[in-house]
């Protein structure tokens, strides 16, 4: 199974309640129809640090799971899709996307709670690979956050702008998205107050260079 990510700006002058409104109620309706779609959530964020260069500020990350990369291009070049691309400049200014593999290390909860989504950009002159493979061996360390529920690693493997438009690294440099789920805003505070969590975010910069987090409310469209 594969997940493709969209990293969504919402076009100027929308207000974040419209853009968020819009998103949930209009634009996420017609994503559900796409032919092979697995699962599709939304990811509204409400609550960031600073972005990863080149990324620039988001208001939300799209997530829609597809079996693999042939059913997924099936569903973009699919007439389903025309309708979605249509309605992205009544919500959308900056849109950027990345698939993604991905790998669970503790199972998500069955309740919404709190979520927390971490944006990396492997270290300059690190391999892929190597970022991948330790990417991996930091998750153990997440285990030590007290009050974590759920954590899945995405690894990307490849990247693009608007539909049909490829995207270079520099465009779109994200190796990896770590997310993580805790019972409240509370709890997750406190854990990344903790050593523990301390201890895992700090951990990172062996092979990040930057990092970027957020708070998201999802909705869960399929």
Known sequence: MIVRMGLLRRKKD?????????????????????????????????????PISHIGAIDGISELWFEDAQAMHHAVK???????AEDEPNLIGDLKL??????????????????????????????PQEFRRLFVEHARLARECPGLEGCVLSHVV?????????????DVPVDGICEAWFAD???LEAALASPGGRKWISGADSFADELSSFVVEVHEVV
């Open 14 to 50: 929308l207000p974040v309640g419209a853009f968020r409104r819009h998103w949930r109620d209009v634009h996420g309706p017609l994503a559900a129809h796409l032919p092979g779609l697995l699962r599709y959530h939304q990811n509204h964020i409400v609550s960031t640090s600073e």
């Open 78 to 84: 699919s007439p389903q899709c025309r309708p979605i």
């Open 185 to 187: 805003v509370a709890t």
């Open 158 to 170: 490849d990247r693009g702008l608007e539909r049909g438009r490829s995207a270079a690294y520099g």
């Open 98 to 127: 990345i698939v993604a593999e991905q790998d669970v290390v503790i199972a998500p909860p069955q309740h919404s709670g709190t979520k927390f989504m971490i944006l990396l950009r492997r270290r300059d002159g690190l391999e």
